[in-house]
Structure formats: structure tokens, C-alpha cells
């Protein structure tokens, strides 16, 4: 299973800025005229919204494979084709046709027309690599902006700039606690991944970030990590297109165009999916789903971004808040997203403008929804309370970072139930606490215990035992503890319904996929809601 401790530490490791390849080794030339590359990137935007374009992206995974978007582009319509080319073969996934603003997806047998950015593919990471096939065009002339001029090479400039000081740290103090916990651990210290990341984090610190545009365009046609690098080639302006590219006649198309909310609201689930996961595959990166109960219908949670994790519902479940991940930058941020419109509104200001935020909840009012922070000056697994204000969209740190997790606000909106752990120095162990955080930040533990849920009576705290792992309740002083429904072995990431009587949990057993699966509250088997393939992680349900 997914162990929550290490969540906030994958994405750290994954952590994806600009640096690309240098003109290392290239006598510099005369630096080109800054704004010349400004005024041809706006010319070939302005171009790009009147006339047809096609284009190759192509970005390389840590593992030496290569994602390749082959787009083609006209002002009213799209069409890309997502490809993955390992060991010298080249599969397609699938083919996205944007047109009318609908968005039609063939995926396997799977063919569906969505709304935007609401098309799911079993590839978690495919909206990562859509992103980065878009062009991206120099469109600032200050001095500096693209950092150190390094050269130029048939008709490509590389430029060089510092991490921003906020990533710098982050990356500084994350270096300093991976050295620090693989001098401990020699087995860690081996694996080739943790070696990889060590190098790649120290690169980054090192030598800053790298870009390379193209003088004629003023486009960007080389950017990404070393192991997440994208490359923009064959860029083309079509003077006549095949119009049957575009074509999604003759296709019969499920239809997820209606609106998610014009039903029962009180049926729709978040949950994370990966649909290439099979049992022996690691845990992979998941990405965000809108799931209806009723009719077991899903799409995309519609984040105009490249990957969303489950949050929770705000007031009248038609608006979420959930964390999005933008891996270009590095930052997970918080987000609040209208199911019925589309609309993506970023929140916490400048406070949460970079770094993690994770498992926001909403307070019992509406008004306010708590987030656990990872900026710059946490330790590698600490996390800052901050309270965001949803009208103003502000943000309010509360108390001191701590190692925490799976917050819930008590019924009076007076602080959190959530767990804390502590490790301890000596014997190198991590204990798990259920806590309470009140508002002025005062931290009581209660008891000890993972996966905290506080049901919706308010009075009851539903966790998992530290050693058994089997679920038990206990009153919110942390007293009367007592096993839940038979323990729930097997079971995991406890999601309760909005109606008190129902909770999703996702059922673990050995040689079997994972399996969301609807529960009565205390009963002691349930129902699978879906029995499609792969992982699914992470529910939230209010």
C-alpha cells in the first residue's frame, strides 16, 4: 500500500524544474537582442491563434523512455496523439481531438467526449506531458529574466539562471535530510533512484536552471529535469491540413459532457487512479477523479493543470478544494475548482504560492479550510498548519511545524483532530500520535494511532491501530478505545460519507488489486464501487 509518511517525500523526489542541457563547452558569442526574442515569441503566438501548426514533444522519463505528443494545431481545433516509446518500440495511448470545447478521447477501446480537462486516461502523468507540449514563448524583456547567456548553436540560445532563493532552500534543506537519513541507511543509499536524486538535487543547487530558445520563433525548444526533459522539434506552420484529422464522425462516443452536480451531489466521490498500475508495479503517481456512486460514472477532476490529488467538497458540493500539482515548477498548490463551470481559482496568496499544501478539509462553517504546508523552512517530512480564508482566499499559519497527517476540524470549528508522529533519535522509530491542535497552535496528543477520521458525530475519532493496523474508535479525549466493526483488516484510507452512515475504504489484500469499497458505518464487509483495473487511492467524500 501507499505509506502516507512518505507521500510529501515522492513528491519532493519527483520534484521537476527547468534545468535542460547547457552550452557548456560553446565559445559565447554576441548575447541576441533580448527584445528581438521578445517581439518574434509574440509574433509566433499571435501566429499560433490564426493559422495551423503541428509540432513532435518529446520528454524523457527517469527510466529512459520517451512520452511523445504529436499535436496539430488550428485556432478552432486540436488534435494531439500521446505515445510511449520504450526499448526501440513506439505505442500509442491514446488521441485527444479538441474541438466545439469538447474534448474527445480514444483510449484502448475506450472512447468518451468530455469537457475540458475533464478526459481521464489510465496514464496519471498524461496531462503532464499535454502540458509540456504546449509552446511556451519568451514574453518578458527585463534584464536577466532569462538568466546568464551561455551560446548559441545553429540557431538555438542557451541561457542559464539561479533556482528563485524560496526553491533553493526548499531544494537545499531536502538535500540535507535525504544525506542525513541515507548515512543511516546504507540499503537506501544503494538504490539507484535515491542516488539519482541526490545528483539531480545537487545539480540543480549547483549549476541553476537552464533554457534553450529558438531565435527565429522565440520558443522554448528544450526545458525540464534531467530525468523529465522536454524537447520541441519539428515545429511547422501548415499551409493546408488534412481536415479528417479532426474528424469524430462515425465513433460512437460515451457521453461526459452533462453537468457532474445536476445529480444527487451527495454520490460524488474524489478519489486518486492509476489505471496502468497491476499487482508487483511500485506505487505510482495517481491522479484526481470525480467518481459518482450511483451510476459508477467517472472523469478527470477538471484541474487545468497536470495532476490533482482529492481534497474535499465545500459547502453545497459543487465547488472542491484539492491540491494540484505543477510539475514545471515544483509546487503543489491549493486549489479551489467549480464542478459545474470548470473554474480553477488558486488560493493561500504568496503563503502558499510554493511548496506542498496537502489534505485540505473544510472547517464545520464553510468558511475556512485547514491545509498542511511544506515551504522552505520545514524539515523534510514537517508540515505548517495554515488556515485559508475562502472568501479572501488568504492564507494564516497556526502553531509550529510538526510531522503531521489527516487533519479533521472538530465539530465546534475550535481546531484539528490529526496525527503528529515523532521520531525518536536513539533507536531511529517513529511513534504515531493521534493529536488535537487548537487554534492558538497548542498540540495535545491523545493517544496513539494512524489515519485519524473524525465521524460525523462529532464524537468519535476512527484510526488505525500503530501496530495491528486494525481500526478502532476512541472519544475525542482520546479515551474509551474500542475495536471498530471486526478491525477492517486489510483495509485502508478511510473516506466517511456526507450522510454519517456510509464510508468509503480501499480493501488491500495480497495478489489483488486494490478495491474501493462502500462500507455501512460498523458493518463489517461492503461492496466494491467500481471493478475497473488499477490503483485507487486517497478518497475523499466530504
Known amino acids: 500500500m501507499i505509506v502516507p509518511r512518505l507521500w510529501s ?16 563547452g560553446q565559445a559565447p558569442k554576441t548575447e541576441p537582442d533580448l527584445s528581438a526574442l521578445v517581439k518574434a515569441g509574440r509574433a509566433s503566438a499571435e501566429r499560433l491563434q490564426k493559422e495551423c501548426a503541428s509540432w513532435t514533444s518529446s520528454t524523457t522519463g527517469p527510466n529512459g523512455s520517451v512520452f511523445i505528443v504529436d499535436v496539430l494545431a488550428c485556432p478552432d481545433m486540436r ?11 513506439r505505442v500509442e495511448i491514446f488521441r485527444l481531438i479538441a474541438r466545439g470545447g469538447v474534448w474527445y478521447m480514444t483510449e484502448g477501446k475506450r472512447a468518451g467526449k468530455y469537457r475540458p480537462y475533464e478526459a481521464p486516461s489510465d496514464w496519471p502523468t498524461a496531462y503532464l506531458y499535454l502540458s509540456r507540449s504546449e509552446p511556451r514563448f519568451v514574453a518578458q524583456d527585463e534584464p536577466g529574466i532569462l538568466g546568464t547567456y551561455e551560446g548559441k548553436l545553429q540557431g538555438v540560445a542557451t541561457y542559464r539562471s539561479p533556482i528563485p532563493d524560496a526553491q533553493r532552500q526548499q531544494l537545499q534543506n531536502t538535500l540535507k535530510e535525504i544525506d542525513a537519513f ?14 539519482q536524486a541526490r545528483a539531480r538535487l545537487k545539480d540543480l543547487v549547483g549549476n541553476g536552471i537552464a533554457s534553450r530558445i529558438e531565435l527565429a520563433t522565440g520558443m522554448f525548444v528544450q526545458l525540464g529535469a534531467p530525468d523529465k526533459e522536454t524537447r520541441i522539434s519539428n ?53 484526481g477523479r470525480l467518481f459518482d456512486l450511483k451510476t459508477g460514472r467517472y472523469r478527470r477532476i477538471p484541474f487545468q493543470g497536470e495532476q490533482a490529488q482529492s481534497g474535499c467538497f465545500l459547502k453545497g458540493r459543487t465547488r472542491v478544494v ?21 473554474t480553477n481559482r488558486q488560493l493561500g496568496g504568496e503563503a502558499l504560492a510554493s511548496g506542498f499544501s496537502l489534505f485540505p478539509v473544510l472547517s464545520p462553517d464553510g468558511k475556512t479550510v ?15 498548519v495554515y488556515l485559508v480564508d475562502l472568501a479572501t482566499g488568504n492564507a494564516r499559519p497556526v502553531g509550529k511545524p510538526h510531522d503531521m497527517a489527516f487533519p479533521s476540524w472538530l465539530p465546534d470549528g ?43 458525530d462529532g464524537k468519535t475519532i476512527l484510526f488505525e491501530d500503530s501496530k495491528t493496523r486494525l481500526w478502532q474508535t476512541a472519544d475525542r479525549d482520546g479515551g474509551h478505545i474500542q475495536p471498530f466493526a ?14 454519517g452512515k456510509r464510508i468509503i475504504m480501499i480493501r488491500f489484500q495480497p495478489g489483488a488489486e486494490p478495491v474501493p469499497t462502500l462500507l455501512t458505518l460498523g458493518e463489517t464487509d461492503g461492496e466494491p464501487v467500481t471493478t475497473r483495473p488499477g490503483l485507487w487511492a486517497r478518497p475523499a467524500w466530504r
Open 235 to 287: 515545429f511547422r506552420w501548415r499551409e493546408r491540413i488534412d481536415r479528417s484529422e479532426f474528424d469524430v464522425a462515425g465513433k460512437t462516443w460515451d457521453d461526459f459532457t452533462d453537468d457532474p452536480t445536476a445529480g444527487d451531489t451527495s454520490d460524488l466521490l474524489m478519489i486518486g487512479h492509476c489505471g496502468i498500475w497491476r499487482v508487483g508495479m511500485k506505487s505510482p503517481e495517481v491522479d
Open 414 to 456: 475550535s481546531g484539528l483532530i490529526l496525527l503528529v508522529r515523532e521520531v525518536d533519535e536513539a533507536t531511529h522509530t517513529t511513534k504515531e500520535n493521534i493529536a488535537r491542535m487548537t487554534l492558538d497552535g497548542t498540540v495535545t496528543k491523545l493517544c496513539e494511532g494512524s489515519s485519524p477520521v473524525l465521524l460525523a
Open 182 to 195: 541515507v548515512s543511516k541507511n546504507a540499503a537506501a543509499a544503494a538504490k539507484p533512484e535515491m542516488q
Open 370 to 384: 485547514a491545509v498542511l504546508h511544506k515551504g522552505a523552512a520545514e524539515r523534510l517530512l514537517d508540515t505548517q
Open 486 to 499: 471486526d478491525g477492517l483488516k486489510d483495509y485502508h484510507f478511510a473516506a466517511p460519507g456526507p450522510d
Open 9 to 24: 517525500l515522492a513528491w519532493v523526489l519527483g520534484l521537476s524544474l527547468l534545468p535542460g542541457l547547457s552550452a557548456r
Open 79 to 89: 488534435r494531439s496523439i500521446f505515445s510511449v516509446q520504450a526499448q526501440g518500440q
Open 322 to 342: 484539492i491540491s494540484g500539482a505543477d510539475l514545471m515548477s515544483g509546487v503543489i498548490g491549493l486549489y479551489e475548482i467549480d464542478l459545474k463551470t470548470g
